[in-house]
């Protein structure tokens, strides 16, 4: 081999190496930065796509995000449904979603036009099903102080306190 040719044989090799310890560091670091998405449900699939039906034609989403979406044309600030399950369970969402004025059960801070409408319209099968699968909606422990900040900053509109008080 030429000296000319040498040079570019060590060249490739020192870029090959350079490409594929980057490719490994970025790897590591990868995992390392991306937990994975928090929130869960432990609903079957029939569950889950009944309660999709009433979700879908009582516009849930026209107000709450799920799974991380919402309808961004609307602003109402209300709170996350994610993870909800944690927070309420399954006998307190019937209730609320059966009472004619769900106010007095989880009082509100916003204008009439903003706050949960009642559900109590649903047959009493329809109230269940979506009681039952909100109560299915998990978080992560990791991420569950996050969950409870978010929400309290939504239904408070105050910053969140901590623990502490
Ligand atoms: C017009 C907007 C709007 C719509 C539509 C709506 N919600 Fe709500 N919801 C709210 C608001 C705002 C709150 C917070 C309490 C309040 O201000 O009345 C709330 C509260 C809740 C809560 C209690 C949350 C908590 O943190 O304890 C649940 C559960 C809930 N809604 C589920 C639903 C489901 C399921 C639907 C559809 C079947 C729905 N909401 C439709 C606005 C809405």
Redesign the pocket.
């Known amino acids: 081999m030429r000296r000319g040719e040498k040079g570019i044989v060590v060249a490739m090799v020192i870029s090959v190496a350079v490409l594929g310890g980057y490719r490994w560091y970025k790897n590591a670091q990868d995992t390392e930065e991306d937990p994975g998405i928090p929130f869960y449900s432990t609903a079957s699939p029939e569950l889950t796509s009944k309660?999709a039906k009433?979700?879908h034609?009582?516009?849930?989403?026209?107000?709450?995000s799920l799974w991380g979406t919402k309808d961004f044309t609307?602003a109402?600030?209300?709170?996350?449904?994610d993870g909800?399950g944690r927070?309420?369970s399954e006998e307190?969402?019937y209730k609320?979603?059966s009472a004619e004025v769900?106010?007095d059960i989880?009082?509100?801070?916003?204008k009439p036009?903003?706050?949960?409408?009642s559900?109590a319209h649903?047959s009493e099968e329809e109230r269940r099903v979506?009681a039952k699968?909100?109560a299915s909606l998990q978080v992560e422990d990791w991420y569950f102080e996050e969950t409870k900040k978010a929400?309290y900053e939504?239904?408070t509109g105050k910053p969140y306190p901590g623990d502490e008080q």
Do not use: G
Request: aromatic letters at 14%.
């Open positions: 309660a009433i979700m034609r009582e516009n849930c989403k026209d107000c709450h609307q109402v600030p209300a709170p996350s449904l909800i927070f309420r307190w969402l609320y979603f769900p106010q989880l009082p509100t801070r916003l036009q903003y706050r949960m409408p559900m649903l979506l699968y909100m929400r939504k239904l």
